[in-house]
């Protein structure tokens, strides 16, 4: 049931001292800020593992300052950013600047980042056989034939499966859209 709710939503409940929520709240971002931290700084798995649980620590500590409860992703994605600034200062010899330790294309990675979890989400949100015919085309990159035979489909119906299926999600996108334009 928590997975279901907005990010607002799960704020709200992990500010109440919901367990499930928080629980919710760290895997719904686990994999967000591990990007930050790797695709995004380069960080090595030890360096990586330390920022991930302090920006959660943080995160647990401080929602309280979160002044929108719907901004939570950016807010996660600034606390991972200075964390790891802090982390790659602490580890060079003589102090770098932001210039020197923040690469040029983040803001960049961090929006890739963001659609992709955002598209994650919508494919979470669809129906079972949507999930696998997406999954099996577009992740794993299988031919018609091999999901046909996966899925006991005939192969000729995939394409208009996969049609589908992407008219779907992009109804749940484009509704996630209307929706934050709307707040």
């Not at 593992?49 to 929602?63: P, S």
């Not at 309280?64 to 200062?89: G, V």
Request: with cysteine; proline share 2%.
């Amino acid at each position: 049931m928590v997975t279901s709710l907005s990010d607002a939503k799960l704020v709200a409940r992990c500010r109440t001292g919901d367990e499930a929520a928080w629980t919710e709240l760290v895997t719904r971002f686990s994999r967000y800020v591990y990007a930050i931290v790797g695709q995004g700084f380069g960080l090595r798995n030890d360096d990586a593992e330390d920022v991930f649980q302090e920006v959660f620590a943080r995160t647990y500590q401080h929602l309280d300052r979160l002044r929108d409860d719907e901004a939570i992703r950016p807010w996660i994605a600034q606390l991972t950013r200075r964390l790891c600034i802090d982390r790659l200062r602490a580890g060079a010899r003589e102090q770098l600047t932001d210039a020197e330790i923040e690469p040029d294309e983040l803001d960049e990675t961090l929006a890739t980042l963001d659609e992709a979890l955002t598209v994650h989400e919508a494919l979470g949100q669809l129906p079972e056989n949507c999930q696998q015919i997406l999954d099996r085309f577009f992740a794993r990159d299988e031919s018609y034939q091999t999901i046909g035979s996966a899925l006991d489909i005939p192969a000729g119906t995939i394409a208009s499966r996969i049609s589908r299926c992407l008219a779907k999600m992009r109804e749940l996108l484009e509704g996630r859209e209307q929706a934050s334009e709307a707040s």
